[in-house]
């Protein structure tokens, strides 16, 4: 009897209060019939420590195991590590007649905002966060430079699906459009928009003629530099500029010299592999691999990746 009292009423107490706690409530309660014996204190004051020690236990399991998936983490990107190629300066580029052209990629609602829809974020995003932010501020210095600025929107018809992925990005739904930090481009006399209907913006700007709107933005302002920002590192960043580069090689996009990825001013989706188990037929994607992986497949088909972009 008094062992079910002390189940019942001491689980809220912190453990150091709970022996102390029960011997009082074994006490008073036995007090009413017969004097609780000391065999009975010191079977609840052993259980109670082994509930304490499993608790612990269970918190250093649980502290093992972040470890473990950091280490991982890292385990992985040290079998893969990126050589970050030199600071890219901008207004030292353009003064040394390499201009350069901006191109920010899918930087809309249903990727970027929380709870936007199928592929948004569940949860504010410090990696989509400071992407945004860093988008923001090169794309408001190219606007005062007067250099160009050209801008992919993913965007959907109801009835024309993109599998694997859900329904996203759907016209009208709102998640076709720029983030709210993003919107004044839609106005900006240097930002060119370009809604595409696939994941590889470079072949969605080639048409039926064999033209393609974004070797003709390159061509018209004689770029010979792009700096490409946007989401997802892996997916729609990774497939635009492996075409373009491949397109660069085969003299298609003339006088494109470099494809510059800004590291910071990109980002990806984050599916951790616990999550991705609850979901039917879905791939674990946890974020900071990924991104690494995009990063260093692009370097391996010729990207040049930075970490840092100087104003100067
Ligand atoms: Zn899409």
């Given at each position: 009897m ?25 006490k008073?309660?036995?007090g009413?019939?017969?004097s ?19 608790a612990?236990?269970?918190?250093d ?13 890292d385990?992985?990107?040290?079998e893969?590590?990126?050589?970050w ?7 030292t ?21 929380v709870?936007a ?22 794309a ?5 430079k ?15 699906p ?6 996203h990005?759907?016209?009208?739904s ?9 919107e004044?481009?839609?106005?900006d ?14 072949l ?8 393609n709107?974004f070797?003709?933005?390159?061509n018209?302002?004689?770029i010979?530099?792009v700096?490409v920002?946007?989401i ?12 373009a ?17 800004y590291?910071e ?6 599916l ?22 995009g990063?260093?497949?692009a370097?391996?088909?010729g990207?040049?990746?930075v970490?840092?972009v100087s104003?100067?």
């Open positions: 008094a062992g079910d009292l002390y189940l019942f009423s001491a689980k809220s107490e912190p453990p150091h209060q709970q022996v102390k706690s029960v011997v009082y409530k074994i008073s309660f036995s009413t019939s017969s609780p014996t000391r065999r009975t204190i010191n079977y609840t004051r052993y259980n109670l420590r082994f509930h304490s020690l499993f612990q236990r269970d918190r399991r649980e502290r093992m195991e972040a470890k473990k998936a950091y280490n991982t983490v385990l992985l990107k040290s893969v590590p990126l050589e190629d030199p600071e890219l300066a901008l207004a580029e353009v003064q040394a007649g390499r201009p350069v052209g901006l191109v920010l990629i899918d930087e809309v609602n249903g990727f970027c905002t709870g829809g199928n592929l948004a974020p569940t949860q504010p995003n410090k990696q989509i966060e400071k992407m945004i932010q860093e988008s923001n501020k090169l408001k210095f190219f606007s005062n007067g250099w160009p600025i050209f801008v992919f929107l993913d965007t959907h018809f109801p009835d024309k993109e599998p694997p992925y859900p329904p990005c759907i016209i009208g709102g998640e076709e459009n720029l983030v709210p930090e993003l004044w481009l839609e106005k006399p240097n930002a060119t928009l370009k809604r595409k209907h696939c994941i590889d913006g470079f969605f700007c080639t048409e039926e003629d064999g033209s709107a070797a003709d933005w390159v018209n302002n004689e010979k530099t700096l920002l946007g997802c590192t892996d997916i729609c960043v990774l497939d635009f500029v492996s075409s580069l491949s397109a660069r090689n085969l003299e298609r996009v003339s006088p494109l010299e470099d494809v510059v990825i590291s001013g990109c980002a990806t989706y984050d951790p592999y616990d999550a991705a188990l609850k979901i039917k037929g879905a791939l674990s994607h946890p974020q900071e691999l990924m991104h690494h992986m990063l260093y497949i370097k391996g088909r990207a040049k990746i970490n840092s104003l100067m």
